[in-house]
């Protein structure tokens, strides 16, 4: 890495800018998200990609430290930076820099007072399940494979129970690590599940999630799925919030992070209607996201 490549061209301006970006990767061969040492992060290859980008060290947010293994298309980051660069520069900067696995699809100059992670109002998250007699080879990395068929209708019925506020304790992960004074209560706004051919969906999107949270709710919808837990069931492990009740967690490499939703003004400010339309965001004036839901979704997913 070399922070100072091109710094004549990039003059320190005045005052520090809120840039925010759209981030899209493949999870494959990174140790999650954040920062960890003597391990490949994708914070670790954004920032350098920025460093080189900008002629000065960043420090950005995520809205959602996607653990390892985990992909995104709707990831958001915001940094600080005195560079001059504006958006459209810093996305074809950056993407010089950044490995084929990672891409900014998208820059806004925000408000000072916007943050990725504090800022944000809902997360969306997708898990595919390739539920096939054969594995996919073109799938692999993104669907988990499970051979014996599944009674979607079962799992989607069962997942409805999730909606609103809950405690979900009996899905998260890695308690031991979590605050003793953490609270496990989230609330789920949106959830569903969906087959399109061999593909099988489940959408989920809430406020905020625990760590593990997706995954350990998508083991679980797999019992229902093979017979082994009814709805009734799966309801009273909800309400059981006792991990040792959950099934297990899915593999990390069925998940994405498929967007992230924010208050109106940060769109509206820094947007214009008819650019938020090309970009295929909302024009509602409710949220700003990048929502990228596959086909087979609208049906059952509200």
């Not at 005045?14 to 759209?22: E, G, M, V």
């Not at 492990?237 to 991990?243: H, L, P, V, Y």
């Not at 400010?269 to 087979?296: C, H, K, N, Y």
């Amino acid at each position: 890495m070399a922070p100072g490549d091109g710094a004549a061209d990039h003059e320190a301006g005045p005052a520090p800018r809120t840039i925010a970006l759209d981030l899209a990767y493949e999870g494959t061969r990174y140790h999650g998200f954040g920062l960890q040492p003597g391990r490949l992060t994708i914070q670790e290859v954004l920032e350098e990609a920025l460093a080189r980008s900008l002629g000065e060290q960043v420090r950005v947010t995520a809205a959602g430290r996607t653990d390892a293994g985990v992909h995104a298309s709707g990831q958001v980051v915001s940094f600080a930076t005195r560079g001059r660069l504006g958006p459209p520069e810093i996305v074809r900067a950056a993407n010089a820099y950044l490995p084929g696995d990672v891409l900014v699809e998208g820059a806004a100059e925000m408000p000072p007072t916007f943050d990725a992670r504090r800022s944000a109002l809902r997360r969306h998250y997708r898990y595919l399940i390739w539920n096939h007699p054969r594995p996919n080879l073109w799938l692999r990395r993104w669907t988990w494979h499970i051979s014996d068929p599944l009674d979607v209708a079962a799992m989607d019925e069962a997942a409805q129970q999730l909606r609103g506020e809950h405690d979900f304790a009996s899905f998260v992960g890695q308690m031991a690590r979590e605050p003793a004074s953490r609270t496990t209560v989230r609330r789920v706004d949106r959830i569903g599940c969906w087959q399109g051919g061999g593909v099988i969906g489940i959408e989920i999107g809430a406020n905020a999630f625990l760590r593990h949270m997706v995954r350990g709710i998508v083991g679980t919808l797999v019992l229902v799925g093979r017979g082994r837990l009814d709805t009734a069931q799966f309801g009273k492990i909800i309400e059981a919030a006792d991990r040792r009740e959950g099934g297990p967690n899915a593999p990390p490499h069925g998940l994405t992070l498929t967007g992230v939703e924010y208050p109106a003004v940060f769109l509206t400010e820094q947007v214009a209607p008819a650019e938020r339309v090309a970009r295929g965001l909302p024009s509602g004036a409710d949220a700003i996201g990048t929502m990228r839901f596959g086909p087979g979704v609208s049906a059952g997913v509200s």
